[in-house]
């Protein structure tokens, strides 16, 4: 009975110290905060550069905060905020974004898998700020396979003379995908969302 209870009072500490961890300041893997409103808190009195702040990706339905990274200049971190993938934690560390010549293009790398609890195998894209400075653009490479028969059969597509070719348009296709800044607003004056009293 009494190792139960060790085990059960272990267990209860575990969690305690786990939580508490929560709320300890920055990590090696991340900043440590439970929420989104302890997210904005961290940032609403600190003078940040536009790309800075918390975004939100809604194709994935998830919410990041970039914040300068003290240790190099021009660099940015990606941390998780929230959203609906269970695997990662608020403060997460999931990529960064790099100042280059030009003002409003950045090289992003994000974070596009998990392995043993931990995001990893970044990829590599551009980043483009817009004018006022509320959107983020991401344009990150894409495999692009094109199915020839005549290279990998030219013999039997040489005696058919078979040209097959697919090609949808889709317009959504054209859209760009990106990140809409939430916090703090491009006119702090005015707020992002309607409040209704």
């Known amino acids: 009975m009494k190792l139960k209870h060790r085990a059960v009072a272990a267990s209860l500490l575990l969690v305690m110290t786990s939580a508490a961890s929560v709320m300890a300041g920055p990590t090696a893997d991340g900043m440590r905060f439970a929420d989104r409103g302890q997210a904005e808190e961290m940032i609403v009195d600190l003078p940040l550069h536009p790309v ?16 300068r990274d003290t240790d190099r200049k021009g660099l ?17 560390s999931v990529g960064e974004i790099e100042e280059t010549a030009e003002r409003s293009k950045f090289k992003i790398s994000l974070c596009s898998r998990i392995s043993d609890g931990l995001p990893g195998h970044s990829q590599t894209g551009v980043a483009t700020l817009s004018e006022q400075d509320d959107r983020l653009i991401i344009e990150m490479p894409r495999l692009k396979l094109k199915f020839s028969p005549s290279v990998i059969f030219p013999t039997l597509w040489n005696k058919l003379r078979l040209n097959m ?33």
């Not at 609906?84 to 997460?92: I, V």
């Open 76 to 92: 940015f971190k990606i941390y998780y905020v929230e959203g609906t993938d269970c695997r990662l934690y608020p403060g997460q």
């Open 165 to 197: 070719r697919i090609h949808t348009s889709d317009p959504l296709d054209k859209l760009p995908e990106g990140w809409i800044k939430t916090f703090p607003s491009a006119d702090s004056a005015t707020p992002s969302k309607i409040r209704y009293l």
């Open 52 to 67: 800075e702040g918390i975004w939100e990706y809604p194709a994935d339905e998830v919410a990041l905060m970039v914040l």
